[in-house]
């Protein structure tokens, strides 16, 4: 069992529609983080969280504490936006989820 | 670019050779990550230092596979008789070490091929 899980693995959707990416983690954890990649490219560093709710331009991500929940949600997606995702927690150790990879279609 | 910066970008190698990769974080991090990346896989931590010491080492991480980080500044990982399976790509990551966690930033990684 993958101490973090994230669904769905893959993702297809229209440019303009809100997306919708899920971690749960097993773990106690310190912080969580959510990464991006693109094809052939490397990581980048979206948010890291501890609590609550985090907002960059088009991009949320809330943390559920108690339930080892979190959620990045995408508004008005863009094909530009089509990437792997990947939900990661830091705590006695680090652990990382698979990833989602989204497609934006125009 | 996030400032982390990884060389080689690529390695090509025989099975049986040693390699060595270089890892040169942001200046004033004193958190460095080394992780592993297998195709459609997310990475998988292999390592991090906070300054010169090395505080974690994964189950992963086997004899073969050695990293230092000797003035608390540059990283090196070196893997010695390399195997097939060892076939990867390489990610560096850097990070304040506030309490608590602190953002990393990762390095473009380098490309191992075993043959």
């Known amino acids: ?106 | 670019d996030t400032g982390v910066s990884q060389d080689p970008r690529h390695k090509i190698t025989k099975r049986g050779q040693n390699v060595t990769f270089r890892c040169d974080p942001i200046s004033e991090h004193n958190r460095l990550y080394w992780y592993r990346q297998t195709l459609g896989q997310g990475p998988e931590f292999l390592t991090y230092f906070q300054n010169e010491a090395q505080l974690e080492k994964s189950r992963l991480l086997s004899d073969r596979f050695s990293a230092e980080r000797p003035k608390g500044s540059f990283s090196t990982l070196e893997i010695q008789r390399t195997e097939q399976g060892d076939s990867a790509m390489y990610l560096c990551a850097s990070s304040l070490g506030l309490a608590g966690g602190s953002e990393q930033y990762f390095g473009p990684g380098t490309r191992l091929t075993v043959t």
């Open chain 1, 1 to 106: 069992k993958n101490e973090v899980e994230q669904s769905p693995q893959n993702l297809t959707a229209q440019e303009g529609e809100f997306i919708t990416i899920n971690c749960s983690y097993s773990v106690g954890i310190s912080a969580l983080h959510w990464l991006q990649q693109h094809p052939g490219g490397g990581i980048v560093s979206l948010f890291m969280l501890s609590s609550g709710k985090k907002k960059h331009g088009r991009l949320i991500a809330t943390i559920n504490i108690q339930e080892k929940h979190s959620s990045l949600h995408i508004t008005a997606s863009h094909p530009r936006d089509s990437a792997v995702y990947i939900c990661a927690v830091t705590g006695n150790q680090f652990y990382f989820g698979t990833g989602t990879s989204l497609t934006v279609i125009p």
